[in-house]
């Protein structure tokens, strides 16, 4: 809710088609959010889902924070949709490592795969407009590492996103690639000599 109530009243101060966009696949996520409160028998914490109203007084606070700075310039507001994704996925990264039920880490995994792809168009925008985005929660140095050398020996891959990647004969020693998505990625070859695999989506990997 935080990050559609956010695009939605940003997309309507600058008028950048990109916060329509994800704001309503923001939508989506609530919705599949919702669904997992009620299959468990959970109360639903949104007691009000008018747009900028919170029952934390935490995310209340943020909404004002994150919004006060994409007032500023449509760069400030680009950037903040960058963090908010990037929080996303160190948020899910750490839900995920403390549930074992199989069908909340599904949901969960589709969210952060959603939100990769969220922090990524963001950042073209800001790059676009001339300006940079470093990552404050996650770190980027040994997914970037991965893909552009092949070789990540000993990094930390957990939860991280390799569907489909190409990588034969990647240096994968040591690494940690826990409850990773690797559906149909080329890894033939690879070294994986003590990697720790536990709980990674290795269905279909080459």
């Given at each position: ?101 199989t069908d909340i880490i599904e949901v969960y995994q589709n969210l952060q795969r959603g ?34 050398t092949g070789s990540c020996s000993g990094c930390d891959l957990s939860g991280a996103n ?21 559906p149909g990625a080329n890894l033939s070859g690879a070294n994986l000599s003590r990697a ?11």
């Amino acid at each position: 809710k935080l990050a559609r109530d956010v695009y939605q009243t940003l997309g309507q101060k600058w008028g950048i088609q990109i916060f329509t966009n994800i704001s309503a696949s923001e939508q989506t996520h609530t919705n599949a959010m919702k669904s997992l409160i009620y299959s468990y028998g959970l109360i639903d914490p949104v007691k009000d889902d008018s747009v900028g109203v919170f029952t934390s007084p935490e995310l209340q606070k943020l909404y004002a924070d994150l919004i006060e700075k994409g007032y500023k310039s449509s760069l400030d507001a680009l950037i903040v949709g960058a963090t908010i994704e990037d929080l996303d996925i160190n948020d899910l990264k750490t839900a995920m490592q403390e549930t074992k039920m199989t069908d909340i880490i599904e949901v969960y995994q589709n969210l952060q795969r959603g939100s990769r792809n969220h922090l990524r168009a963001f950042s073209r925008q800001i790059t676009s407009r001339g300006g940079i985005y470093s990552p404050e929660y996650i770190s980027q140095i040994d997914y970037d590492n991965l893909i552009n050398t092949g070789s990540c020996s000993g990094c930390d891959l957990s939860g991280a996103n390799l569907s489909s990647i190409y990588l034969p004969y990647a240096d994968l020693n040591r690494a940690n690639l826990t409850r990773a998505n690797l559906p149909g990625a080329n890894l033939s070859g690879a070294n994986l000599s003590r990697a720790d695999l536990s709980g990674a989506d290795i269905s279909g990997p080459n």
